[in-house]
């Protein structure tokens, strides 16, 4: 049974520092791994999709890597601005239908 | 904002009640799948539909059921409701089903006393 884990569950830290959000699964055998953001009452917006066969997806100050065989993913957030702060989700997809979802890393970026 | 609308946002019901929650899906998209946040976890699949067919289920009991409608915007009901029930309850569309791209909508939170 695929289990998706998230380090740290919280982070808080100074405007401009960079950041590793670590994510973890235990099956090996995924399809594709996501992030998301969650803001509060919010829904969730993906920010980066790495296909099984990349290694690393880059959107502006965010980049993601992917190592499939360790089963590990982080998130890379460079000089973190107070409008970073949120939730953030890491998934995979075991499926082509269905994510799994990790418990998220609580994010508080402060002036 | 993401063209997918849920309704309500907010919902109080008593245990044993029963719920329809309801999602209206991006134009265009043909797939919908219902996710169930508790809180300070990460949300976990409950079904998809597709063409107003189920299309794969979590582990949810049969209690938790769905339809998906001509126009593609789904229901999600649930019977018999339990207190463990309470989270928030998030729809995504997708243009075509197997699809990465989804588009969450806000949620709904269910609370039941």
């Known amino acids: 049974k695929q289990e998706v884990t998230q380090i740290p569950a919280a982070l808080s830290v100074p405007e401009g520092e960079n950041l590793v959000l670590n994510c973890s699964f235990t099956d090996s055998a995924i399809y594709n791994l996501q992030w998301f953001r969650q803001d509060p009452g919010k829904g969730l917006t993906s920010l980066l999709l790495?296909?099984?066969?990349?290694r690393e997806q880059t959107s502006g100050r965010l980049n993601a890597s992917l190592d499939k065989s360790s089963g590990r993913s982080t998130l890379y957030i460079a000089a973190s601005q107070p409008g970073d702060s949120a939730t953030y989700l890491c998934?995979?997809?075991?499926?082509?239908?269905?994510?799994?979802f990790g418990t998220g890393t609580r994010l508080q970026v402060f002036p | 904002e993401t063209g997918v609308t849920q309704s309500p946002t907010h919902l109080i019901k008593t245990r044993g009640q029963q719920v329809t929650l309801r999602c209206s899906s991006q134009?265009?998209?043909?797939?919908v799948s219902w996710y169930q946040q508790a809180l300070g976890q990460g949300p976990q699949f409950i079904f998809q539909y597709y063409r107003e067919e189920e299309n794969g289920r979590g582990n949810f009991p049969p209690r938790f059921s769905g339809l998906q409608f001509p126009n593609y915007s789904s229901e999600l009901n649930v019977n018999a409701l339990e207190l463990d029930d309470s989270a928030l309850y998030l729809c995504a569309s997708s243009p075509y089903r197997g699809s990465e791209k989804l588009f969450f909508g806000s949620g709904t939170q269910l609370s039941v006393l």
């Open positions: 998934a995979v997809w075991a499926d082509t239908d269905k994510l799994i």
């Open positions: 134009s265009g998209h043909n797939t």
């Open positions: 790495i296909q099984s066969s990349q």
